[in-house]
């Protein structure tokens, strides 16, 4: 049974900066594609950023520059260090993992399917 579970997040004022960290367990896929998604108060889940366990990263335009994925694969621990926080990032943000073969589109969330429970971040103006 995978498991996926998020910590760090909190609240900043715009400006700031917060380090996400998603924590795997029961994961058997040699090959993978691990991301994360946020949702905003009535907004459809978005993909802000994944990787591919090759290293391959990808992100959406709004978090280009201000966002960083990374993963430690021998802790199976994924992080996404966000800077220069904006208050249109508030939301919950999720954890999300599956086998790369089965993540045609790897921003998109509905190709994912396992996820977290989400960590709530909150940027003030």
């Known amino acids: 049974q995978v498991q996926l579970v998020e910590s760090g997040g909190g609240s900043v004022q715009a400006g700031g900066s917060l380090r996400l960290s998603c924590a795997a367990s029961?994961?058997?896929?040699?090959?993978?594609?691990m991301g994360w998604f946020r949702q905003a108060p009535g907004k459809e889940r978005e993909g802000v950023a994944s990787?591919?366990?090759?290293?391959?990263?990808r992100y959406a335009d709004s978090v280009k520059g201000r966002f960083t994925i990374s993963k430690d694969s021998a802790k199976d621990t994924l992080f996404l260090q966000m800077n220069m926080l904006e208050p249109e990032d508030t939301g919950v943000y999720y954890c999300a993992a599956d086998s790369f073969w089965r993540v045609k589109e790897k921003l998109l969330a509905a190709n994912f399917g396992y996820w977290g429970r989400g960590t709530q971040v909150t940027v003030s103006s």
């Open positions: 990787i591919d366990s090759d290293g391959t990263t």
């Open positions: 029961g994961y058997t896929y040699s090959t993978y594609c």
